[in-house]
């Protein structure tokens, strides 16, 4: 059973010790580093990744103060639980989340690395179209409420 849970005293020092695969590391900032950033941006919302009551990822999410879309900014499965359909369940309760709120858009917009192959599939499963290359060379994707 997959949750998303709130970050807080709790749990924040367990979220900084999640890390993706190796090979996948030069993909997303650290937990540490989105933790930091989004007390200095309340916009972003922070959530923990539960399967049962194991802490087994991230994601950080919120309102782009520059388009006024809500942006997927983070998101990851620790390496030991990769593979095992939690990172699907995982964005499907972060789309509903997203959803659920009084000032949700009519899109959700990401971005990854494009040769990051694991994401591009996760992502094309859900329902994100791939727009284009960002100027920040990042691939963007959009997924549609409609």
């Given amino acids: 059973?997959?949750?998303?849970?709130?970050?807080?005293?709790?749990?924040?020092e367990d979220?900084?010790?999640?890390?993706?695969?190796q090979e996948q590391e030069g993909f997303i900032a650290s937990n540490l580093y989105s933790i930091a950033e989004s007390k200095f941006s309340p916009h972003m919302k922070i959530k923990a990744i539960y399967c049962g009551e194991m802490l087994i990822g991230f994601a950080m999410f919120g309102i782009d103060l520059d388009d006024g879309n809500y942006w997927i900014y983070r998101f990851m499965i620790?390496?030991?639980?990769?593979?095992?359909g939690h990172g699907k369940s995982a964005m499907k309760l972060i789309i509903e989340d997203i959803w659920s709120r009084d000032d949700r858009t009519d899109v959700i917009w990401l971005g990854y690395q494009p040769d990051n192959e694991q994401a591009r599939k996760l992502y094309a499963s859900m329902g994100f179209e791939e727009k284009g290359i960002a100027p920040r060379g990042e691939m963007l994707?959009?997924?549609?409420?409609?």
């Fill in 15 to 21: 979220c900084i010790q999640l890390k993706p695969k």
């Fill in 1 to 12: 059973m997959i949750s998303l849970k709130s970050i807080d005293q709790s749990n924040w």
């Fill in 141 to 146: 994707a959009k997924y549609s409420f409609r």
């Fill in 78 to 84: 620790d390496e030991q639980f990769q593979g095992r």
